[in-house]
């Protein structure tokens, strides 16, 4: 049996490793135009720091996956999912049973009118983080547009490097979407301490750009004025679904329509990680969440249910939203559901006001946490989220976080007995 | 696969050899006086008071159980976690941990510490390198045992069984492995 597998994210590489791992005998080709092979995605800015770090970032495989894979490095031009055959840059067919799209996700597109299209950089591979890294060497005021947390990652970088950024917001705080209101605003009370300044609620209308000088002016619709001489855009993705469309796949909300099995509509056609769509029976639609833990446990049930060794309970679960991060060694985790009016809210907060943690309930199930400062039995409250458990009150222990229970039982016992 | 089971009813309390045996176990020069130096312990939780056995709850250490998938490992970014296809142990290289914390948050466990301070978080390895973990091979009183869980399973039975023909039941359980 031969396998392709189209793309080197995180939900590719983990594909590739289980069907490896359950039919060793699988001819497994990737193919990707991307360079290096198996890197760390989320942690590019780093590169931009560091042009240097670049192996730091390389994922150790196997040693046998490395005997056996065979890599492709060249552009995919199109596939037909009738004839089992994948056209590459270089005009050439590639034959195969099975395929296993992970095509990823790239940066929704942002134009101001009045900047030259050179000076707008998005982030999203290592070769976007290297030519940031290289737009910066002289750069002096730089932009971030966005305040989520590829903004903020973008902005903590450029403020380790001594080069505190501006972070223009559409809405009216940062992390919407991430934190509740008094969490957001303490990590921009940390940002803002480290010498970044926030342009909260703005909508940006047009720019001066002064191409002797390579430095410009942004205009806002409340008349600010704001200068810059590059723009940095972390303001989400959307999935690449160009190849799937054009080869007749079901789309649904933007991604690659998939099963449990991460099957699309086409038999041995699997889609996997930031560019799938899957059915969430809840809510009732198909829903795309960008985040790497989702690609990778997409490209593990991919590559079971390609081997034909997926069983009922390995099988895709509906995304839970869940993101760790240190801004300036100070750890920020968000779980589940954190926004909504419906939602009860229980919080605590240290004396000296460095560590904050919030719990939300929805009808008395554990629905979402935000921790900062003090991360400890977040996967316990992580898998309390998940199986939605309902608390009547919240134990002292899981509130302020404290790691040994004297004279208790073990955590897991006391969540979900 | 072995793994390390806790006796509470054997473990002397204030001991802490498991402890500074593994932090021992994980510097470089596998020095016994470093722990001592102020290192970070490895974390405990205090089990259940027993019936019948002890009356006081005892810490005793929160171990990896190296799941089937490990959530961990597809959650980590650096990929300094591995799952080892041969045996299902997953382990830790600390070098390649660049301190993301989205594996303590994917531990339904809480067997993964966070060390902001160190910025990597850390976890039982198991001691992968040597016969038996470093804490198992300290403990002075057996309290840790390294075995298969069927036959930790299999000798608790036994142990129900001769409890109640009031037979000293720690005598059957392995005293070292």
């Keep these: ?40 995605r989320p942690e590019i800015t780093r590169l931009i720091e560091d042009p240097t770090a670049l192996k730091h970032l390389e994922m150790p495989l196997p040693g046998e996956v490395q005997r056996k894979l065979k890599l492709v490095h060249q552009h995919v031009e199109g596939i037909d999912p009738r004839q089992g055959k994948v056209y590459l840059g270089n005009h050439e067919p590639l034959s195969y049973d099975t395929l296993i799209l992970s095509t990823g996700a790239e940066p929704k597109p942002v134009t101001v009118i009045g900047v030259p299209k050179e000076r707008i950089l998005t982030l999203r591979t290592a070769r976007d983080a290297l030519r940031i890294a290289s737009f910066l060497k002289d750069a002096r005021q730089p932009v971030v547009l966005g305040g989520g947390l590829i903004g903020l990652k973008v902005a903590h970088t450029l403020t380790l490097m001594g080069m505190p950024p501006r972070v223009v917001v559409s809405s009216p705080r940062i992390l919407s979407r991430t934190l509740d209101t008094e969490s957001a605003s303490k990590i921009q009370a940390l940002f803002e301490a480290h010498g970044v300044t926030f342009h909260l609620g703005i909508t940006l209308k047009s720019a001066d750009w002064d191409g002797k000088k390579r430095q410009g002016i942004l205009r806002t619709k409340r008349r600010d004025k704001i200068p810059f001489d590059i723009l940095l855009v972390g303001k989400g993705v959307s999935p ?51 985040i790497w833990p989702v690609a990778a446990e997409s490209g593990r049930v991919a590559g079971e249910a390609a081997a034909g060794k997926l069983i009922s309970g390995r099988r895709f679960s509906t995304p839970v939203p869940r993101n760790a991060i240190p801004f300036f060694s100070v750890p920020v985790v968000s779980m589940g559901t954190v926004t909504g009016d419906t939602l009860k809210v229980t919080s605590y907060e240290s004396a000296n006001g460095s560590v904050r943690r919030t719990f939300f309930f929805n009808e008395g199930k554990l ?43 073990p955590p897991m016992e006391v969540l979900f007995s | 696969m072995r793994e390390i089971f806790f006796i509470p009813d054997r473990c002397l309390p204030g001991c802490n050899a498991c402890q500074m045996a593994c932090v021992g176990e994980h510097l470089k020069n596998k020095g016994v006086l470093s722990p001592l130096a102020g290192l970070p312990f490895p974390k405990k939780v205090r089990s259940q008071p027993a019936e019948n056995t002890i009356k006081t709850p005892r810490p005793h250490p929160v171990r990896c159980l190296h799941c089937d998938p490990p959530r961990c490992v597809e959650a980590c970014l650096s990929g300094s976690l591995i799952k080892n296809p041969e045996d299902g142990r997953v382990g830790n290289n600390v070098e390649q941990c660049i301190g993301c914390f989205m594996c303590v948050v994917h531990c339904p466990f809480g067997a993964i510490i966070p060390l902001p301070s160190e910025q990597i978080s850390i976890k039982c390895d198991g001691c992968l390198w040597s016969k038996a973990p470093a804490c198992v091979r300290a403990c002075p009183t057996g309290a840790l045992i390294f075995v298969e869980p069927q036959t930790y399973n299999e000798k608790l039975k036994m142990k129900d069984r001769f409890r109640k023909r009031k037979i000293q039941p720690a005598k059957l359980l392995p005293a070292r492995v």
């Excluded at chain 1, 490896?20 to 990707?32: G, M, N, S």
Aim: proline share 4%; net charge negative.
């Design chain 1, 240 to 290: 690449r679904v160009k190849l799937a469309r054009n080869a007749g796949l079901l789309i649904e909300n933007g991604g690659i329509a998939v099963s449990e099995s991460m099957e699309t509509s086409f038999p041995h056609h699997y889609a996997t990680g930031d560019c799938a769509s899957i059915f969430n029976h809840e809510t009732g639609r198909y829903e795309n969440r960008p």
């Design chain 1, 367 to 409: 629905s979402g946490a935000t921790l900062i400062g003090d991360i400890t039995h977040a996967g316990l409250l992580f898998e309390a989220i998940r199986r939605e458990t309902r608390l009547r009150k919240l134990p002292d222990w899981l509130l302020q976080g404290i790691p040994s229970l004297a004279g208790g039982t």
């Design chain 1, 1 to 40: 049996m031969r396998c392709v597998i189209i793309g080197n994210g995180a939900s590719g590489t983990h594909a590739m490793l289980s069907l490896l791992t359950h039919t060793p005998q699988t001819e497994v080709i990737l193919v990707t135009d991307d360079e290096p092979f198996f890197y760390s």
